[in-house]
């Protein structure tokens, strides 16, 4: 099992910056990946960002350029670093967690608003 605890969201301006993390625990396979996913109200849930456990790094193209994703395989932590904020990225911000088995976990979501 393992259990993925996000934090980090919140509001911000158009044009500002919000760095999420997501803290895994329990049995964390050697290889898998991390990613992170949102949900806007109305839409279907969308891959923002994706790392596998060697770093290689994978982004949707609306983020590409202004999201970071880096991960920290000491601490099991995973982190997005969110700059040049749009307000069509307002959504729900899901951690997510798949290993080698196909096994996989959700966080709980932490909420993004970006607003003036």
């Known amino acids: 099992q393992v259990q993925l605890v996000e934090s980090g969201g919140g509001l911000a301006q158009p044009g500002g910056s919000l760095r999420l993390s997501c803290a895994a625990s329990g049995t964390i396979s050697s290889i898998n990946t991390m990613d992170w996913y949102r949900q806007a109200p109305g839409k279907q849930r969308e891959l923002v960002a994706r790392?596998?456990?060697?770093?290689?790094?994978d982004y949707a193209d609306a983020v590409k350029g202004r999201f970071t994703i880096s991960r920290n395989n000491a601490k099991n932590t995973v982190y997005l670093q969110m700059n040049s904020l749009k307000p069509e990225d307002t959504a729900v911000y899901y951690c997510?967690?798949?290993?080698?088995?196909?096994?996989?976990?959700w966080g709980q979501g932490t909420q993004v608003t970006v607003s003036s």
């Open positions: 997510h967690y798949k290993s080698q088995f196909s096994y996989e976990a």
């Open positions: 790392i596998s456990n060697l770093g290689t790094t």
